[in-house]
């Protein structure tokens, strides 16, 4: 068989010592190979393993049950969030309704950039909105994920050094490997014919699109919310409300 990544990860209820190193021998006498391992939020710990033989997994799970210090709250192949949260020793907040919706603060930034760099690494088409206040690191992030992605970024609209609208695009922009930065208000309230029907090519594009501001893109365009695979906010701080009203007049004074 060929080798599989896993995730585990257990709340420690009793951290005594050797308690790491008890475990780490078990998978160790079952040739589990451990590729990343760190403390996740508190007393819960999370690994990365790697296997070509699922019932290794499968029979680790059953002994780890009869533990007393520890419970395995989860043991399935890692998803995204799962590997950022070994790496960075905590889990992404995740709306509870909206299984789509990611939140980050600013000082979570470093996480929102790896976040988005994995995310841009998949090929295909994919639509990612970013809600957030001026100012708060929305464009910068976006560029910084295209970065790590080694993706090369192609603005459509922006208002990151000026408000930007773009009516056309060279050959090598329209390449469906780049990622392309769609600033939502400036593509609905500034836009022209020439605009949006470049703005449609792209959405029909099989690439990676981000669309900031994607309450005013909806509101505002023949596009949905079902058009988008997953919405991100980013705030100031976690109570900051993220109020259109406030900012987006200042984007139509001087049409």
């Known amino acids: 068989m060929e080798y599989k990544q896993w995730y585990m990860e257990y709340k420690i209820h009793k951290n005594r010592p050797g308690l790491l190193g008890d475990i780490a021998s078990m998978l160790g006498m079952l040739e589990v190979n451990i590729l990343t391992i760190n403390g996740v939020e508190g007393k819960t710990r999370g690994m990365l393993l790697e296997t070509n033989d699922d019932e290794k997994i499968m029979l680790m799970g059953e002994m ?20 950022l949260a070994v790496r960075h020793g905590r889990y992404i907040e995740r709306d509870s309704d909206d299984r789509k919706t990611f939140r980050f603060t600013r000082d979570e930034l470093g996480l929102l950039v790896d976040f988005l760099g994995e995310l841009f690494k998949k ?3 994919q639509v990612i909105g970013l809600r957030g206040m ?3 690191g929305k464009t910068e992030s976006i560029i910084a994920g295209s970065v790590c992605a080694m993706k090369r970024w192609t603005f459509v609209s ?7 609208v773009r009516s056309q695009l060279a050959e090598d922009e329209m390449n469906p490997h780049n990622v392309f930065i769609i600033d939502g208000i400036v593509s609905t309230i500034r836009s022209n014919e020439k605009h949006y029907n470049l703005l449609q090519n792209v959405m029909s594009m099989p690439s990676t699109k981000v669309i900031e501001h994607p309450d005013i893109f909806v509101r505002e365009s023949e596009y949905s919310y079902d058009d988008f695979d997953i919405i991100i906010e980013l705030r100031n701080n976690p109570t900051e409300e993220i109020l259109y009203e406030s900012f987006t007049t200042s984007y139509s004074d001087d049409l």
């Open 64 to 83: 780890l049950k009869k533990v007393d210090n520890i419970t395995v709250s989860a043991l399935r192949s890692p998803r995204l969030v799962d590997k």
């Open 123 to 125: 090929d295909g088409n």
């Open 134 to 136: 001026p100012r708060v």
């Open 158 to 164: 922006s208002t990151l050094l000026r408000q930007t």
